[in-house]
């Protein structure tokens, strides 16, 4: 569990972009919301990331799947940062209570996103600064710009800060420098050209895309034993697609929270069944 300096707790999330822009999932999930297989009051939800002005992305409109594969083991996806902008979701989710995932395009927009956020309900803020489907000159690979847009988060507002990461980036040039904005961190889908260097991918024209699930689990957990031996910023793992996984994760590699991401696109019913067999049996 964590504790955020805000009061709140978070323990299971739902990760950005698995429950949709409002915590309550995507259309076709709303069966098992009925029937009681997708509990949502479960996670902490996360929302897809936001821009500040709204961003076409790289799916065709109306059709999430033409930038989503369902692979072997996980999930691929190029979905790119569309999203219908900051105006839009502050307008329809005055009741959100969770946390906002903004990518920072500038510092100027990235300082009135987030003074807007602070007029809301929202518990937290994900920086998303490991955009693994934006392109190759995107800042995420600048340590400096990283830390310049936390810092300029920092002064923008009072919620609590999770720094979204991907194991691509160069942590040991992040850390200690960034731990004074950080409250956790949290962990991206990797890179399709990290996975397969020599196979060309499905989404090539769209820059490749980004796995996630059980198939990235060597990338992620092993990230996560990096950061553990460079700082001690509360990490919230990722990539769960077996029970198992549950104790891994909180028992191997002692994360302090879990966020359950693409099994929500393979098997949303897992993470709920997951959950309270886990509360169960402690
Ligand atoms: C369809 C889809 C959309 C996603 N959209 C976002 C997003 O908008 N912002 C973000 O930071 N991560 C996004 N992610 C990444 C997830 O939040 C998560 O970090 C990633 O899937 C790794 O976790 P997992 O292996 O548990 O799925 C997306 C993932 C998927 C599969």
Redesign the pocket.
Known sequence: MISLPNGHNIEYLA????LAYDGRGYWWEQPLRWVGLLDISLFTP?T??LTYLPNGGNCKRFN?FSC?RFVKD??L?S?G?G?PGIDWWIKNHREFSGIV?I?PEDDYTLGKMLRKLQETNVIGI?L?V?CPNVGRDSFCSNVHNIEYFLSVTKSNTALPIIV?LGVGQDIGNLFPQIEKYVDAI?????PWNIVFPNIKSPFEELGGG?L??KI??PY?WNFINKLKEITDIPIIG????EYKDIRILRENLKVSAI?????F?RYPWRPTEYIRRWTENI
């Open positions: 990760s950005s972009g698995a996360v897809k990331t999430p989503i996980g999930v996806n979905f940062l999203n995932s990518y994900e998303n490991s979204k949290s962990i991206n889908s990797v980004a996630s699930g990235i689990q992620i990722s990539s769960i697609w966020s359950f991401g693409s099994i696109l």
